[in-house]
C-alpha cells in the first residue's frame, strides 16, 4: 500500500468517521443500488389490476403443501387444466390467462400474507379458491370493503357469503345445501317417516356447522340428528361405531377427511352394521371407495352438485375427460375435486370473456354483479348467479361406486334435486 | 360394550407400541429425540405402496423389500444426519429431525403426488364374533405382528451378542468403546431397527386408513407412550404404547374424542411430575 | 451470548470519538432503512422508478408485520433457553393463552386495547409460572415435554372456550386503537410493532445485565456454584419464564389482532415448533440470533418461492417440475437449507456472520 494512498483513506475516514465497517457496505450497496435502478428502468409495464398487453393474471388462494393439499391441489390442478384449455384455443380476447397459485399451507397468516400479495405485489384481477375457512372469515371485511372480486371459491363461509357481495361469487357446493339434498334424497329413497340421523364429523368449526344444517334439514321433517364425532388422525373409531349402534340411525352422513369416511365405513362393516351413509362433497374420490373395499364401499355414496368424469356422456364430462387424459392428468379427473377446479376454470374463462377487451377488476366486478350463468354442460346443473344471489351451484345428485366396472354411478338428474333445497 | 373398547384399545396400543419401540431403539442408542418418527411411519407406508400396488411384488417379497429399504434408509439417515450431529445439544437434534420430516415430506409429494392412496394388501380384512366381542382380523393381525416384532426384539437384545453389545453401547459410549464395541455399527443398526419398526406400523396402519403424509400425526402419538413408558426402557415403550391406545379409546367412549389427547397428556404431565424417569424406566434423569 | 458481552473489541480498539460517532452514523442509517421499508414496500417503487416483485424479494408489508410478531416469541424464547437453561415447546400456548385474554378483555369485554394487552401479559405470566413449575422437579429433554404436555391442556381450553362463547369459525378480533390512533393498516401496524420490538429486545438486554440476570447466565452454566452464592436458582427460574411467557403471551394477543380472527388450529404444536426453528437458525441463546432467526423463518420460504416461481415460468424441465410441485419444492429447498445450517454453523447465523466477518478481517489484514 502505498503513503499516497494511505493518506487518501485517512482523508476520506477523516470526512467520513463512520469506519471500515460501513465503507465496505457503501462499496457493495453503491453497485447493488446501481444494478436495481438500471434493471428497474427497463423493467416491465406497470401492472394495472394484473392485466397486460399479452396477459392477464389471475389468483388462486388454496393449500398446496399443508394438511388439506390432498384434495385442494386436485382442485388447482382441475382449474388450471380447464385454463389451459383456454389459452390453447386463443384465450381471452387474445390474452392468455395466466394463473398465479399461492400456497396457503391451511395456515391463517399464510394466506393473510398471500393474500395482500395477489392484491397488490403480483397483482390480480380476481382470487379464486380461498379454501381455509378460518382465514376467509378473517379476510372477510377486507374482501368486502376491498377491489378484488373473490370468483368460484373452494368452500363458502358465512361470513364471506352472507349478506350477498358483489365480490364474492361461490364456486363449490355449500354445506347447508349439501345436508337439504341429501336428507331429501334418503328419507325420499328410504321412504322414512321421521328420520334418526347421525353426523359422523371430524372435529372441527366446519363439522360443527355442518351438523347444524343436519339437524335443521332432519328437524323439519320431525326427525332427529345426532352429532359423532371422531379425531382427523383416529385410526380406531370403534367407540363412535359402537354409539352409532346404540342409537340405530336411518342413515349416516359423513363430513370430514377422506379416512374419516374410510374408517367410520370400514368400522360398520367389521361390525355388521348396514346403514347407509352419505359424505359431503368433498368425499368423492375412486380412492376412498377403493380403500373401503366393495362391501363398506356399496353402502358409501356421496352428495355432489359435479358430476365426475366418466359417470355418465354429458357432453361437458366426455370434453374433460378427454382433455385431463391428454394432459396426463387421467389419474386425478375421477376426484370430484378436479370435477369443480375443472368448473371452476370455466367460470374463470367466461367472466372474463364477457368482461370484454379493456378488463379491470371494476370493470369485472360490473359484469358479474349483474348476474350471469355458466353452462358447464353436463357437468353440474346450471350455476346461475343473480344480484341477489351468489350461492353457485345448488342441485344436487348422489352418487356411489361400481366396483366391476370401477366407475360411479350417479342416481337421478341434477333436476330432482330443487325440491329439498330451500 | 367395555371388553369391546379395551380390546380396540390394545389392538390400537400394540402398533403404537410398536413405533413406540423403534422411537427407544434409537433414543437409547444415540440420545436422538426423533420427531421424524411420525414420517419413518409415512415412509413405510409408501414403501408397501410402491412394492405392493407400483411393482406388483407378491406379498411376502413385498414385506421383505420394506424392511430392507427402511433398513437402508435408517442406515443412510444415522450416516449422513445423525452422526455429524452427535454431541451436540438436544434442541438441535430435535430441529434437525424435523427438519428431516419436512424434506422427507416433501420429498414424498413430489414422487407420489398429493393425493392418498389405498393400499391393497391380501391381509384379511373381514372379522369374527369371539366370546361376544367382535374381532376385525386386520386389528388382530396387527397386535399379533406387532407384539411378535417386539418379542423378538426383546430376546434379541436380552440374548444374541449384538444385542448385548448393542446394550452396552447404549449404556456407556466410552466403556463400550474402551471394550472394542464398535459403538457406531451399533448406532447405525439402532437407526434401522428404529426405522423399520416405524414402517411395519405404517403397513398397517395405511391398511386401516387410506395411505397420505397425513399418517405422521399418528406416527407421532408414539411420542407421549414413550415418555409415559419411560424413555429408557423397551418394555415401558411396549406398555406405554398399549396405555395410550386403551386410554384414547375409554376417552373417546366415555368423556368425547377430543378429550383423549388431553386425558393422554395430563397423564403425562403427572408422569413426569412425579416420576420423571417413567413407569419402567430407570431413575437417572440428571444426566439428560 | 457475544451480543450481550462488552463493546467489540475492533470498536473499543479505535478512538473513542471515531467510534462513537461512527455508532451514531451507523444506528442512523439503521434507523433511516427501517424507517423507509414500509414506504417502500407499500408504494413497490425507488424514486418513481417501479420495482418489480422480484426485485423486492416477493416481500409485502404484511410479512414484514408478522415477522416482528414473531420476533417477539423468539426473543422470549430465546431469553429463556439463552439464559435460564430452559427450553420450552410450550410457546403457542402462551400465545393462545395471551389471545384468549384478547378475547375477552377485548373482543368480550370491550376494554381499551393497551389494558388488554396488559391483562395478556399478566395472563401470560400466570399461565407461563404454572408451566414451569415442573422445573422445579425435571431438566432437559423433561422439561421440554412438560411444556409440550401444557400445550396440549391449553390448546384443550382454548377450544372448549371458542365453541362455547364464539362462533365455530372463530374469535374475530376488533381494530385495535391506541387513544384514538386505529391500527388500520399495515403502516401504522409496522411502526407500532417496530417500536415494541426495540423496546423488548433493549428491556431484555437491560434485564440480562442486573444482577438476577447475571446469575440467571450463571445458573445456567454452574448451577450449583450459583446456589452456594445464596440465589434460589428455582425462584429465577421461575421468574425468567414468567417473564418470557408473559411477551408470548402479548405476542399472541396481537397476532391474533393481526389477523382479526383466531381459531383453536391457529396455535398448533407447528406453530411451537416454529420458534425453536427461529432461535436455532439465528443462535440459540443471542437475543440478536433470535431476530434473525425470525426474519429467516418468515422471509426465506417467500423468497425461495418467488425465485422458484420466476423460474417455473420457462421451459424444459426444471420449468415443469417447478410448476406442478412448487410449494413442495420450497418446502424441499428450506428443509435442507435447515439441516445444512445445522450441521455446518452449529451456532446458528449470528456465529456464522462473525466468523465470516473474522475472516475478512483476517484477509484484508493479510
Not at chain 1, 366391476?404 to 337421478?412: L, P, Q, V, Y
Not at chain 3, 439463552?82 to 389471545?99: E, K, Q, V, W
Request: aromatic share 10%.
Amino acid at each position: 500500500m502505498t503513503t499516497n494512498d494511505t493518506t487518501n483513506r485517512a482523508i476520506r475516514a477523516r470526512k467520513f468517521p463512520t469506519g471500515e465497517a460501513t465503507r465496505w457496505a457503501m462499496r457493495l450497496a453503491a453497485p447493488a443500488f446501481a444494478c436495481l435502478v438500471a434493471s428497474a428502468a427497463i423493467a416491465q409495464e406497470a401492472p394495472q389490476d394484473g392485466v397486460y398487453a399479452d396477459r392477464i393474471d389471475w389468483g388462486v388462494l388454496m393449500d398446496l403443501s399443508g394438511p388439506t393439499s390432498a384434495s385442494q391441489s386436485i382442485w388447482v390442478a382441475g382449474l388450471q387444466d380447464r385454463i389451459r384449455k383456454t389459452n390453447e384455443a386463443g384465450g381471452v380476447h387474445g390474452r392468455r390467462i395466466n394463473v398465479l397459485a399461492e400456497d396457503n399451507r391451511f395456515n391463517a397468516a399464510t394466506d393473510r400474507i398471500a393474500f395482500e400479495k395477489l392484491v397488490g405485489q403480483t397483482p390480480v384481477i380476481a382470487i379464486s379458491g380461498m379454501g381455509t375457512s378460518a382465514s376467509q372469515v378473517a379476510l372477510a371485511p377486507t374482501i368486502k370493503a376491498g377491489k378484488v372480486p373473490i370468483v368460484a371459491t373452494y368452500t363458502s363461509t358465512k361470513a364471506l357469503s352472507e349478506p350477498v357481495s358483489p365480490m364474492v361469487y361461490n364456486g363449490f357446493c355449500g354445506y347447508k345445501e349439501m345436508a337439504q339434498a341429501g336428507v331429501g334424497h334418503f328419507v325420499d329413497k328410504l321412504k322414512l317417516k321421521a328420520p334418526r340421523v347421525i353426523t359422523v364429523a371430524i372435529e372441527s368449526a366446519g363439522g360443527k356447522e355442518y351438523h347444524d344444517y343436519m339437524a335443521e334439514a332432519v328437524g323439519k321433517l320431525g326427525g332427529t340428528a345426532h352429532h359423532v364425532t371422531m379425531k382427523v388422525t383416529a385410526v380406531d373409531v370403534t367407540p363412535q361405531i359402537l354409539e352409532i349402534m346404540d342409537k340405530k340411525p336411518d342413515f349416516i352422513t359423513i363430513y370430514g377427511v377422506p379416512n374419516t369416511a374410510i374408517l367410520t365405513m370400514k368400522a360398520l362393516q367389521q361390525y355388521g352394521v348396514n346403514i347407509p351413509a352419505f359424505g359431503i362433497t368433498y368425499l368423492g374420490a375412486p380412492q376412498i371407495f377403493q380403500s373401503m373395499g366393495p362391501q363398506a364401499g356399496a353402502n358409501y355414496n356421496f352428495v355432489s352438485c359435479f358430476t365426475p368424469s366418466g359417470t355418465d356422456n354429458a357432453p361437458g364430462n366426455v370434453e374433460m375427460s378427454a382433455f385431463a387424459d391428454k394432459v396426463g392428468r387421467g389419474a386425478m379427473k375421477e376426484d370430484i375435486n378436479y370435477v369443480a377446479g375443472w368448473v371452476a376454470g370455466q367460470m374463470i374463462s367466461e367472466a372474463l370473456d364477457r368482461t370484454g377487451k379493456a378488463a379491470t377488476r371494476a370493470k369485472l366486478v360490473e359484469t358479474l354483479s349483474k348476474g350471469f350463468t355458466v353452462d358447464t354442460k353436463g357437468l353440474s346443473a346450471l350455476i346461475t348467479y343473480t344480484p341477489q344471489n351468489n350461492t353457485g351451484p345448488v342441485l344436487f345428485r348422489m352418487f356411489g361406486y361400481d366396483f366391476e366396472a370401477k366407475k360411479f354411478k350417479g342416481s337421478g338428474e341434477f333436476a330432482d334435486s330443487a325440491k329439498y333445497i330451500q | 360394550m367395555l371388553g369391546q373398547v379395551l380390546f380396540s384399545g390394545l389392538a390400537l396400543g400394540s402398533i403404537y407400541g410398536l413405533v413406540a419401540l423403534g422411537f427407544v431403539v434409537i433414543f437409547k442408542a444415540t440420545d436422538v429425540f426423533n420427531f421424524a418418527q411420525g414420517m419413518f411411519v409415512v415412509c413405510g407406508a409408501y414403501l408397501a405402496v410402491t412394492a405392493i400396488s407400483l411393482l406388483g411384488l407378491p406379498f411376502p417379497v413385498a414385506v421383505l423389500f420394506i424392511v430392507a429399504v427402511a433398513a437402508l434408509m435408517g442406515m443412510g439417515i444415522h450416516a449422513l444426519l445423525i452422526r455429524p450431529l452427535s454431541g451436540r445439544p438436544i434442541l438441535s437434534i430435535i430441529m434437525l429431525t424435523i427438519a428431516l420430516s419436512i424434506v422427507l415430506r416433501a420429498l414424498i409429494e413430489i414422487v407420489y403426488g398429493p393425493a392418498g392412496r389405498t393400499l391393497a394388501s391380501p391381509l384379511p380384512s373381514g372379522s369374527f364374533a369371539f366370546a361376544g366381542l367382535r374381532i376385525s382380523q386386520l386389528h388382530l393381525t396387527a397386535a399379533l405382528v406387532s407384539w411378535f416384532c417386539m418379542i423378538t426384539f426383546g430376546l434379541f437384545f436380552r440374548f444374541t451378542s449384538a444385542g448385548l453389545l448393542m446394550r452396552a453401547a447404549a449404556d456407556s459410549h466410552e466403556a463400550a468403546t474402551i471394550s472394542g464395541v464398535r459403538v457406531d455399527a451399533m448406532n447405525r443398526l439402532a437407526w434401522a431397527i428404529g426405522f423399520t419398526l416405524a414402517a411395519i406400523g405404517g403397513l398397517f396402519l395405511g391398511q386401516l386408513q387410506i395411505v397420505s403424509t397425513e399418517l405422521e400425526s399418528i406416527g407421532l402419538l408414539a411420542l407421549p407412550a414413550v415418555v409415559i413408558g419411560g424413555l429408557q426402557s423397551i418394555p415401558g415403550a411396549i406398555l406405554g404404547g398399549l396405555l395410550v391406545g386403551i386410554i384414547e379409546q375409554l376417552a373417546s367412549t366415555y368423556i368425547s374424542p377430543k378429550s383423549s389427547d388431553v386425558v393422554i397428556y395430563a397423564l403425562l404431565l403427572a408422569i413426569l411430575l412425579l416420576r420423571p424417569w417413567g413407569l419402567l424406566g430407570q431413575k437417572a434423569v440428571n444426566r439428560v | 451470548m457475544s451480543d450481550l458481552a462488552a463493546p467489540k473489541p475492533e470498536a473499543a480498539a479505535a478512538a473513542p470519538t471515531s467510534g462513537k460517532l461512527r455508532r451514531a452514523a451507523l444506528l442512523a442509517l439503521g434507523l433511516a432503512v427501517l424507517l423507509y421499508i414500509p414506504v417502500l414496500l407499500t408504494d413497490r417503487s425507488i424514486f418513481g422508478i417501479r420495482l418489480t416483485n422480484m426485485q423486492l424479494l416477493n416481500l409485502g408489508l404484511t410479512q414484514i408485520n408478522l415477522m416482528l410478531i414473531s420476533m417477539l416469541g423468539a426473543l422470549s424464547l430465546n431469553y429463556l433457553t439463552g439464559c435460564a437453561g430452559l427450553i420450552s415447546i410450550g410457546h403457542a400456548a402462551f400465545y393462545a393463552t395471551g389471545a384468549m385474554a384478547a378475547a375477552i378483555f377485548g373482543t368480550q369485554l370491550g376494554w381499551p386495547f393497551p389494558v388488554v394487552l396488559m391483562m395478556a401479559a399478566i395472563a401470560g405470566a400466570a399461565v407461563g409460572v404454572l408451566a414451569g413449575l415442573p422445573s422445579l422437579r425435571v431438566q432437559g429433554l423433561y422439561f421440554v415435554l412438560s411444556t409440550m404436555a401444557v400445550h396440549y391442556l391449553v390448546s384443550f381450553v382454548f377450544l372448549e372456550y371458542q365453541f362455547r362463547f364464539f362462533d365455530v369459525v372463530g374469535i374475530p378480533f376488533g381494530t385495535p386503537s391506541l387513544g384514538g390512533f386505529d391500527l388500520n393498516t399495515p403502516m401504522r401496524w409496522y411502526f407500532f410493532l417496530l417500536v415494541l420490538v426495540a423496546l423488548v429486545y433493549v428491556g431484555l438486554s437491560n434485564t440480562l445485565r442486573t444482577r438476577e440476570g447475571r446469575a440467571l447466565l450463571a445458573m445456567r452454566d454452574h448451577e450449583r456454584a450459583v446456589t452456594s452464592l445464596g440465589v434460589d436458582v428455582r425462584v429465577l427460574r421461575i421468574k425468567a419464564f414468567g417473564l418470557s411467557s408473559a411477551i408470548a403471551a402479548v405476542a399472541g394477543a396481537l397476532y391474533a389482532y393481526y389477523l382479526s380472527n383466531a381459531t383453536s388450529e391457529t396455535f398448533g404444536i407447528n406453530f411451537a415448533i416454529q420458534f425453536i426453528a427461529m432461535i436455532i437458525i439465528g443462535g440459540m441463546g443471542s437475543l440478536r440470533g433470535a431476530l434473525i432467526g425470525a426474519a429467516v423463518w418468515l422471509l426465506l420460504p417467500s423468497v425461495i418461492a418467488g425465485f422458484a416461481a420466476e423460474i417455473g415460468r420457462g421451459p424444459g424441465i426444471v420449468g415443469s417440475l417447478l410448476g406442478e410441485h412448487r410449494a413442495q419444492l420450497v418446502q424441499l429447498i428450506f428443509g435442507v437449507l435447515v439441516i445444512v445450517l445445522l450441521i455446518f454453523a452449529p451456532g446458528g447465523l449470528v456465529s456464522l456472520g462473525e466468523r465470516l466477518k473474522g475472516l475478512i478481517g483476517f484477509r484484508r489484514k493479510g
